[in-house]
């Protein structure tokens, strides 16, 4: 009798443990969702606003100086978290020159020749074009590493850059874009997602990702000097408040914390991750019009729709 009191109590009390656990193991999932809710509507918020900082931005300062400023920023407190808080190694030998060649596509050129296009596109358009790398990027690969072009790839393509000159198109009767930033913008994109597909196809090892980080923003800041002692003018960068807030916003809030979160949620889920840049341009236009009081017309949501169809396309077609 005692013996049977015994089993129903351990079973009774390994019921009440499962149940337990079955609830921690409940409120862990929606804690989680809820993490991953948030971290990838920061990264929505987050990305689309640095085109609304740099059109700030240019209103104070030469595009080569909020360049050099971010990147030397952003980087040295990279690498400061890098190798002086978490204590991470240096690179070594060949991991130089992929940093270089990293830093000099994807920070000198890209970042460098996008503040210049920004100077004469809108802020929201300039999101929208962010937008399109994914398109990009499969296509490059597929050219470049000879594998087959699928039909959805070219439909995408077509998709998103009809998307982005619909949205253009009432613009440019308002000076809110020209082609010439247009054509430099489209000229960024294709130089991100170079950028994009050579870190991919390098061998980093152990090599932490703040390190990379850092060491890519500074290398690529230092390659723009000789541009920036050739431009400076000190009469068109007006050293204050309304100057060094948007350089700060780029380099913290946007190179460094949104980067993290991209690469949280890129960690966690890659496909699913990739659906978060259909919010970008949303955001980017909400956020340039109410900072910016840019015009949203029915060409602009058209556009904005054909583009984020052309995005949803490949990000189907990678996930089968």
């Known amino acids: 009798m005692i013996a049977v009191s ?3 109590g351990n079973f009774a009390l390994q019921k009440i443990q499962s149940l337990k656990q079955q609830e921690d193991s409940g409120i862990k999932k929606r804690s989680t969702g809820w993490l991953w809710f948030l971290t990838g509507t920061g990264f929505a918020i987050l990305w689309p606003s640095a085109a609304v900082a740099t ?3 240019l209103q104070h300062a030469q595009p080569f100086v909020i360049c050099i400023l971010r990147f030397f920023i952003a980087g040295l407190l990279m690498l400061l978290l890098a190798h002086g808080v978490l204590r991470k190694r240096l690179p070594q030998k060949n991991e130089w020159k992929q940093l270089a060649i990293y830093g000099l596509l994807n920070i000198s050129l890209y970042l460098g020749l996008y503040v210049l296009a920004m100077r004469n596109v809108s802020a929201g358009l300039g999101s929208l074009a962010i937008a399109t790398n994914p398109v990009l990027i499969n296509l490059m690969a597929s050219l470049i590493f000879g594998h087959r072009l699928r039909i959805i790839t070219i439909i ?7 998307g982005v000159l619909l949205a253009a198109w009432p613009l440019f009767t308002h000076s809110y874009a020209t082609p010439g930033g247009i054509s430099l913008l489209m000229l960024c994109m294709v130089i991100y997602s170079a950028g994009v597909i050579y870190f991919s196809r390098q061998n980093w090892g152990d090599l932490h990702i703040l390190t990379i980080n850092g060491w890519q923003t500074l290398l690529g800041g230092v390659f723009l000097v000789p541009a920036v002692i050739a431009t400076y003018n000190p009469a068109k960068n007006n050293w204050g408040f309304n100057m060094l807030a948007p350089i700060l916003w780029l380099a913290i809030p946007v190179s460094i914390l949104g980067v993290q979160l991209w690469l949280y949620l890129l960690k966690d889920n890659a496909v699913k991750a990739s659906f978060w840049l259909f919010l970008c341009p949303v955001f980017g236009f909400v956020i340039a ?22 995005l949803y396309l490949v990000q189907k077609y990678k996930s089968e």
Not at 156 to 162: A, E, G, H, K, Y
């Open 6 to 8: 015994r089993v129903r």
């Open 55 to 57: 059109k700030f931005g």
């Open 156 to 162: 995408s393509l077509v998709l998103c850059m009809t």
């Open 289 to 310: 019009g109410i900072m910016m009081n840019e015009p949203i017309s029915f060409f602009t949501i058209t556009g904005m729709l054909l583009t984020l169809s052309g």
